[in-house]
């Protein structure tokens, strides 16, 4: 599977504002906790790869739920398209210790409040992530690299309807715009 995702930095009130115009479908709020880790064996920020343990709150449904994913490096220079790989994880402190134990090192952990929302079958998400700011991601997947630049025209497009620049699009992660603050 591929994600195509496309992040511009937005001030969240009026995109919500023009979701609910759009008859967009409303599917909660999550808190999110990343931690990211580095490989013994190579750097992620050098391979352009990301491995991290997701924590997940929804305080709607009193559900929690943790996963592992594995992201590739980035497939084109228009958009963070990349292949990714999850799997849910029975125990976040578990996992972590099997990975520390393997010499994997935690890197960093993001904190962040995502609103998510689906529109003519694309994810858009509102997110808010402490000491970096507030974004929106619009998101496709597709199971085949070849329909990659058809998806994210639609995203751009998707972009344009929620009157966000698709130019002003940010490639770098949360986690690497965390290091940067």
Do not use: C
């Amino acid at each position: 599977m591929y994600e195509v995702e496309v992040k511009v930095p937005a001030d969240l009130e009026p995109v919500r504002t023009r979701l609910e115009a759009l008859e967009a479908t409303r599917e909660g709020t999550l808190v999110q906790r990343d931690t990211y880790y580095d490989a013994p064996h190579r750097t992620f920020a050098e391979t352009d790869e990301a491995l991290r343990i997701r924590r997940e709150s929804n305080a709607e449904s009193g559900t929690d739920e943790t996963r592992v994913t594995y992201k590739g490096p980035l497939l084109d220079d228009e958009s963070k398209s990349r292949e990714e790989f999850e799997t849910g994880v029975g125990n976040d402190d578990t996992f972590d210790s099997i990975l520390t134990n393997l010499g994997f090192e935690p890197a960093a952990t993001v904190h962040k409040e995502r609103e998510r929302f689906e529109l003519e079958g694309f994810t858009v998400t509102l997110d808010s992530v402490v000491d970096v700011g507030e974004y929106v991601e619009v998101e496709a997947e597709v199971e085949d690299e070849a329909d990659l630049a058809s998806a994210r025209e639609a995203v751009y497009a998707v972009l344009e309807r929620l009157e966000l620049d698709p130019d002003e699009q940010i490639r770098t992660s949360y986690l690497g715009l965390l290091l940067e603050a």
